[in-house]
């Protein structure tokens, strides 16, 4: 008697815990219908955004990409929390909102949250570079930038990105293409490419793949 009471309680329990995981995957689907499938249990929705991520950082900083690989760091899984919940643990509620609205509107690209990390990160690339942090440290920085985010900043810098990227759309790595709008003019494959934008500009390695680099007026011929 005791055992099948037993077995039914934990019957009772795994169709509750199912219950429960079904209502909270609807809830995140309604409250953050663009992240839905960022509570998919395997996680590969996760995976593919991180290492698309790891790809536009590569593209538009080789030295922070490089830096992070010696720290064994270039998974950017400190960005995890960004992208599940796109950015909610590390802004207010009106700044949450605020992002939101402008990722619903599919402004540029319905992948423009990826950009807005990106900008993130080149933002404290300076900190992490020049204190030389190491693995641990720069999980610690990350989270430490939780309510310090410069949301108007981040969505400028993080709309540049997506432009400079529009630019050279066709040299870019094919899962960093996927992410980038069609440019309205979009640049042929010779990569005769002139920029003239703030901070950085585009520039074209010799295999024809495409970088961002300084100063802020180049023209770079592959």
Not at 102 to 124: E, G, K, R
Not at 132 to 148: Q, R
């Amino acid at each position: 008697m005791h055992h099948a009471l037993a077995v039914h309680g934990d019957i009772v329990c795994a169709c509750v815990r199912a219950c429960v995981r079904a209502c909270v995957r609807a809830c995140v689907r309604v409250c953050t219908p663009l992240q839905g499938d960022n509570f998919a249990e395997d996680q590969e929705p996760m995976r593919k955004q991180l290492a698309t991520l790891q790809a536009m950082v590569k593209v538009a900083d080789p030295q922070l990409s490089e830096y992070l690989a010696a720290q064994d760091s270039d998974n950017l899984y400190f960005c995890f929390r960004w992208l599940l919940v796109l950015f909610k643990r590390e802004l207010d509620f009106d700044d949450t909102m605020r992002l939101w609205e402008v990722l619903w509107s599919n402004y540029l690209t319905p992948h423009f949250h990826l950009f807005c990390a990106l900008s993130l990160l080149l933002l404290v690339k300076d900190t992490v570079i020049s204190h030389k942090l190491g693995f641990n440290e720069i999980i610690k920085h990350i989270n430490e930038l939780s309510g310090k985010i410069d949301l108007g900043r981040m969505l400028s810098d993080a709309e540049v990105l997506c432009r400079r990227f529009m630019a050279v759309q066709s040299a870019l790595p094919p899962d960093v293409q996927r992410v980038v709008p069609l440019s309205s003019s979009p640049v042929d494959g010779s990569c005769d490419i002139t920029a003239s934008l703030d901070q950085q500009s585009v520039m074209c390695t010799a295999d024809g793949s495409a970088v961002l680099s300084s100063p802020s007026s180049v023209t770079a011929k592959c």
